[in-house]
């Protein structure tokens, strides 16, 4: 069964203090990882995909990178905007397109 | 989200009643999914339909049943509702989400 763990559940920075969030996964095969951002009321947005290991994606303050066991969001120098909860899953190859969410890093950026 | 329109954005219902969650798309995206968020058990699949008059089972599709006649709409029905179908449905056109629908089950 495909697994995703992520760490630490919450976590709060200091403006400017960069750090990473962690996931964990076990899959029958990657198809894909994806990073989310999820703000209070609304709907995951898609941030990222990576597919192999040693991928690495860049947006903004945010670096996502990928080995075979996990992946980590660097966040570097965040703002209070960064405040969101940040969501990984994995998709597995093969069958139909199941997507297994993590529970979310709730990330607080104080000023 | 630009171009994922879900509705209703929150609903009371009360116990074996009937309601649909609509949702309705226009990306052209020939995969669609439904998922429900719940504290501590994040975000789990319903139903997902890999293009237009194709549907299939997720992870938790007791209990619920979509339909997808047409590229751009999927409804999801909850025949007879329970309590514990108390949740936020995430309706996700490619992987990308809609703003959701806060059902409670009374």
């Known amino acids: 069964e495909d697994q995703v763990t992520q760490s630490p559940e919450a976590l709060r920075l200091q403006e400017g203090e960069s750090s990473s969030l962690n996931c964990s996964y076990t899959?029958?095969?990657?198809?894909?990882l994806f990073w989310y951002r999820q703000d209070p009321g609304k709907g995951p947005e898609f941030l990222f995909t990576?597919?192999?290991a040693g991928e690495e994606k860049e947006k903004e303050r945010l670096k996502a990178t990928l080995t075979k066991k996990e992946s980590f969001l660097h966040i570097t120098a965040p703002k209070p905007e960064d405040s969101a909860t940040y969501l990984c899953?994995?998709?597995?190859?093969?069958?139909?397109?199941?997507?297994?969410f993590g529970i979310g890093t709730k990330l607080q950026v104080i000023p | 989200i630009a171009g994922i329109t879900q509705a209703p954005t929150s609903q009371i219902l009360a116990a074996g009643r009937r309601m649909t969650l609509r949702c309705t798309q226009d990306?052209?995206?020939?995969?669609m999914y439904w998922y429900r968020q719940d504290l501590g058990l994040g975000l789990r699949l319903i139903h997902y339909?890999?293009?237009?008059?194709?549907?299939g089972k997720g992870e938790v599709p007791d209990g619920y049943s979509v339909s997808r006649a047409n590229t751009d709409d999927f409804p999801l029905t909850l025949a007879s509702a329970v309590p514990s179908q108390t949740s936020v449905y995430f309706c996700?056109?490619?992987?990308?989400f809609g703003n959701g629908t806060r059902l409670t089950v009374t």
């Open positions: 899953a994995v998709q597995a190859a093969g069958g139909y397109q199941k997507v297994t």
């Open positions: 899959v029958s095969g990657l198809r894909g």
């Open positions: 990576l597919y192999s």
């Open positions: 990306m052209r995206h020939n995969a």
């Open positions: 339909s890999n293009t237009a008059g194709t549907t």
């Open positions: 996700a056109p490619g992987g990308n």
